[in-house]
């Protein structure tokens, strides 16, 4: 099995940074794309950032110029940098990883963490 731990999330004022993290761990052979996703109170889930093993990167409109995407595939860890925060970015932040596990015969799963709570005030 593979676990996402997600931390770095809290309360912060508008205009205001937060790096988030999220750690994979656990029986893994291989893992791809990480990302994060966001959701808000009575909204959809929605992609925030993705980033592919190998850098390449994709970015939500509201957020480009704004958040940065990054991995460090030796520790299975990826990080969202958020700057320049809104009220708007307030959400639970999920991290999202398309991985083999050990016993997976080969075959791609999609994993998700538990969530951290963002919060932006005015």
């Known amino acids: 099995q593979v676990q996402l731990v997600e931390s770095g999330g809290g309360l912060v004022q508008a205009g205001g940074s937060l790096r988030l993290s999220c750690a994979a761990s656990g029986s893994i052979f291989s893992i791809g794309a990480m990302g994060w996703y966001r959701q808000a109170p009575g909204k959809q889930r929605e992609l925030v950032a993705d980033?592919?093993?190998?850098?390449?990167?994709n970015y939500a409109d509201a957020v480009k110029g704004r958040f940065t995407i990054s991995r460090d595939n030796a520790k299975n860890t990826v990080y969202l940098q958020m700057n320049s925060l809104k009220p708007d970015d307030t959400a639970v932040y999920y991290c999202?990883?398309?991985?083999?596990?050990?016993?997976?015969?080969?075959?791609?799963?999609?994993?998700w963490g538990q969530g951290t709570q963002v919060t932006v005030s005015s």
């Open positions: 999202n990883a398309k991985a083999v596990p050990a016993q997976g015969m080969g075959v791609w799963y999609n994993y």
């Open positions: 980033i592919t093993r190998g850098g390449s990167t």
